[in-house]
């Protein structure tokens, strides 16, 4: 088994002071690993082939934590696809019920899978914010990552939420998200500025396809998952690692999506961020708990995190201008 990528210097000894929880105030949620999809570089290594998914008790104790807790402002869904997933629809009554923001990180092409047709419309009648995958305005380039046919569905996807009124309306936000193109060369390169792609993107999709949407969103694809796949099998994972490390921006510490949100799996197991669960390291408590959603539930809490819990690959969200699941940090 080939040992895992190690940076120069391991990211805890990069921070200059106990990295420390803010006050929580999202909730993102990990439904689960099925996906219509299987892209190249997701993190999570979906597929239609995955059975992984939310339980009802669990989806039980997210509804009551949503309920209980008026500090969570927003309700964040992500999968697999999250549509497909046990308690999505749920997830999302509950949170705009209780006044929250409710975002859907969407694939887009789910909408024209059998079952799965009134996603937009249920999408528009409860304001739910879009954050949707669109790597590239070019073809060629999405279908190399996520599959053939899947820039076009995409597009036509697009172009349905913009007659429902998204990307136009103020309460019916649409956002795209750019990943780059995963390595093949050492020759590695940072997300373009995020706001001189936007430009780009808006010009590309309006002219050609008649599509509006609100902000683009830039991420940086991380060491994990079947991008770490696609790294040791290129036998670049340890200079990826070490090309993130040499772009550390300590500036982009206090602003990390890890600061102020609970991650939460379809066990109900509790992680610092999508990463940490993707890779199995947990949040915990001050007395090193490990910490589930039922025992939040328990001690009434939802900051009893103290220190977040890092890795090598924090590298990615820290280099450059930083990445988030809402992009760009700087």
């Known amino acids: 088994?080939?040992?895992?990528?190690?940076?120069?210097?391991?990211?805890?000894?990069?921070?200059?002071?106990?990295f420390l929880k803010h006050h929580i105030s999202v909730l993102q949620i990990n439904l689960g690993k099925i996906c219509n999809l299987a892209c190249t570089h997701c993190h999570v290594e979906a597929s239609p082939y995955r059975t992984e998914e939310l339980t009802p008790e669990i989806c039980q104790q997210l509804i009551e934590v949503i309920d209980r807790f008026p500090q969570i402002r927003t309700v964040d869904l992500t999968g697999g696809a999250p549509e497909m997933l046990h308690g999505f629809r749920q997830l999302v009554e509950t949170a705009r019920a209780k006044?929250?923001?409710?975002?859907?990180?969407?694939?887009?092409?789910?909408?024209?899978?059998?079952?799965?047709?009134d996603i937009p419309e249920f999408f528009a009648k409860h304001q739910v914010r879009v954050v949707a995958s669109l790597p590239c305005y070019l073809e060629d380039n999405v279908d190399k990552m996520r599959g053939k046919g899947v820039f076009d569905r995409s597009i036509q996807a697009l172009q349905w939420l913009n007659r429902l009124g998204y990307g136009s309306q103020p309460e019916l936000i649409l956002?795209?998200?750019?990943?780059?193109?995963?390595?093949?060369?050492?020759?590695f390169s940072l997300a373009p500025?995020?706001?001189?792609?936007?430009?780009?993107?808006?010009?590309?999709?309006q002219e050609n396809f008649g599509i509006v949407f609100n902000s683009l969103f830039t991420i940086t694809n991380l060491p994990i998952g079947r991008s770490k796949f696609h790294l040791r099998h290129s036998k670049l994972e340890d200079e990826y690692s070490q090309f993130l490390e040499s772009n550390f921006n300590s500036a982009t510490l206090d602003r990390l999506m890890c600061r102020n949100q609970l991650s939460v799996d379809y066990q109900g197991n509790i992680y610092?961020?999508?990463?940490?669960?993707?890779?199995?390291?947990?949040?915990?408590?001050?007395?090193?708990?490990?910490?589930?959603?039922?025992?939040?539930?328990e001690i009434g809490t939802l900051d009893i995190i103290q220190q977040i819990q890092t890795a090598d690959y924090c590298y990615g969200c820290t280099a450059g201008s930083g990445s988030s699941c809402g992009g760009a940090l700087l």
Do not use: W
């Open 1 to 18: 088994m080939q040992a895992p990528a190690i940076a120069a210097t391991p990211f805890s000894q990069k921070l200059q002071a106990p």
């Open 99 to 117: 006044g929250k923001e409710a975002i859907v990180r969407s694939n887009l092409t789910i909408y024209f899978e059998r079952g799965y047709e």
């Open 175 to 187: 956002d795209l998200v750019y990943n780059p193109q995963l390595p093949t060369s050492s020759k």
């Open 193 to 205: 500025n995020q706001q001189g792609l936007e430009t780009a993107y808006k010009k590309h999709l």
């Open 272 to 297: 610092d961020c999508d990463f940490n669960q993707m890779e199995n390291l947990p949040a915990r408590s001050p007395d090193g708990e490990i910490l589930t959603i039922s025992k939040i539930l």
